[in-house]
């Protein structure tokens, strides 16, 4: 299993960008996606997560401007970011806690990880 993160870049403050996660190999389910960041000195934190029923939850900071999706056929996740703000430069992680096979515990999975820079 691998998860391939994209999608970061350099923009400036009250600008855009749209963050994908797919997730490749042999997968039974897929419990729930997640997004993290971990900027320069600090600790990796739950940006915004979503469950295989759609429900969705977000870090105080990003609600309003971030927007956390998901296309099942694809296994996919995609972090629509608006609004941005100089503050949101870090490394954006995808976690994704899944099943390989129906009868095997779930476990977690990451992806390398794609810089964004905000830029005041």
């Known amino acids: 299993v691998q998860l391939q993160a994209s999608g970061g870049g350099v923009v400036q403050a009250g600008g855009s960008l749209r963050l994908s996660c797919a997730v490749s190999g042999s997968i039974y389910s897929i419990n729930n996606m997640d997004w993290y960041r971990q900027a320069p000195g600090k600790q990796r934190e739950l940006v915004a997560g979503?469950?295989?029923?759609?429900?969705?939850n977000y870090a105080d900071y990003v609600k309003g401007r971030f927007s956390i999706s998901r296309d099942s056929a694809v296994n996919t996740a995609y972090l629509q970011m608006s609004r941005l703000k100089p503050e949101d430069t870090a490394v954006y992680y995808c976690?994704?806690?899944?099943?390989?096979?129906?009868?095997?515990?779930?476990?977690?999975?990451w992806g390398l990880g794609t810089l964004v820079t905000v830029s005041s």
């Open positions: 979503i469950i295989s029923d759609g429900s969705t």
């Open positions: 976690h994704a806690s899944l099943k390989e096979r129906l009868r095997l515990p779930a476990k977690d999975y």
